[in-house]
């Protein structure tokens, strides 16, 4: 049973600009990628995963240029994700693949930003992590290591996650063999950093609270929270674990400057309501996200 709060909704963007702000995004996040590895991951030999880290490693042991071997690596691992794994990777994810080591060769002159190792680390996976998760804003990928990890989960079935870990545990590992076990360590720090800036923005500051509202009284919880709040919900039905009898439980996610006033208003109606909120990201839908 759904009610829902008559809220604006926004007109979808043509697909023609979609496109081009996908695009974009992609070119865009490849850049940011490109200039936190030469300021600050390459100058302190932090080769923290993905074929990035790699060409740290080719770069300190043979002097490659790392732009180059991105290029040489990349893009036989996207052809072998289109031929192994039979999906249509797309073109923004090529464009991603081809633009990130040309960035990487264009800023390759750039001075060091810092020639602290633990600087580098953060401020590098930070940077690193902004712009991946722009690129994957635009709905794409700078292929890689992501790649080679399908491929593995594909023929070993091991989970994705962990096929990533692996790859890039192996990436720091070689490191810390080539560098030292201090760089290695530092390559750990700036995965870290990667990860949680990718979150960051891919989910951003704005986390919503869906609220779970056990309550015998239902229809005016219900009312009071579209009224009051603006807000639409979902009735749940539901059981108690104790006893078995049958409860329904409404369901709403507000924004969190909403979460008290929601508290508030159904503490009004029922005192005795039961009020279980949690954290909710990437909420999609009206009154939220709509793409």
């Known amino acids: 049973m759904m009610m829902m709060a008559k809220k604006y909704r926004r007109e979808p963007m043509p697909p023609a600009l979609r496109q081009a702000l996908d695009y974009g995004l992609v070119i865009l996040g490849s850049f940011f990628v490109a ?4 300021l600050f991951l390459l ?3 932090i080769a923290s995963g993905g074929v990035a880290g790699v060409s740290t490693i080719t770069k300190g042991v043979f002097g490659w240029e790392p732009g180059v071997v991105q290029w040489v690596l990349n893009i036989p691992l996207f ?5 192994i794994l039979g999906k249509n990777f797309g073109l923004k994810s ?3 693949t081809v633009t990130l080591p040309l960035f990487v060769l264009m800023t390759s002159e750039m001075a060091p930003a810092t020639p602290n190792p633990l600087l580098g680390a953060i401020f590098g996976g930070m940077g690193v992590g902004l712009g991946l998760g722009i690129v994957f804003r635009g709905r794409a990928s700078t292929g890689g290591i992501d790649l080679a990890a ?3 989960h594909k023929f070993t079935h091991l989970p994705l996650g962990i096929s990533v870990a692996l790859l890039d545990g192996m990436i720091v590992l070689t490191s810390a063999i080539v560098f030292s076990l201090e760089e290695g360590l530092y390559a750990l720090i700036g995965l870290f950093a990667t990860s949680r800036t990718i979150d960051f923005v891919q989910v951003g500051l704005n986390t919503s609270k869906n609220v779970m509202i056990i309550t015998d009284e239902v229809n005016e919880v219900r009312a009071a929270i579209f009224e009051q709040i603006d807000r639409g919900v979902t009735v749940l039905s539901g059981a108690g674990g104790y006893t078995d009898q049958e409860r329904r439980v409404v369901m709403c996610v507000v924004q969190q400057n909403e979460f008290i006033k929601l508290t508030q ?4 109606v029922d005192p005795g309501a039961f009020v279980v909120a949690m954290n909710a990201t990437e909420v999609l839908g009206e009154g939220f996200k709509t793409s």
Not at 35 to 38: D, G, I, S
Not at 265 to 268: E, R, S
Request: aromatic share 10%; charged share 5%.
């Open 265 to 268: 208003t159904v503490k009004t």
């Open 94 to 96: 090529f464009v991603g």
């Open 79 to 83: 052809i072998m994700g289109v031929l």
């Open 43 to 45: 100058p302190n030999n």
């Open 150 to 152: 399908q491929v593995l």
């Open 35 to 38: 200039l936190a590895f030469n």
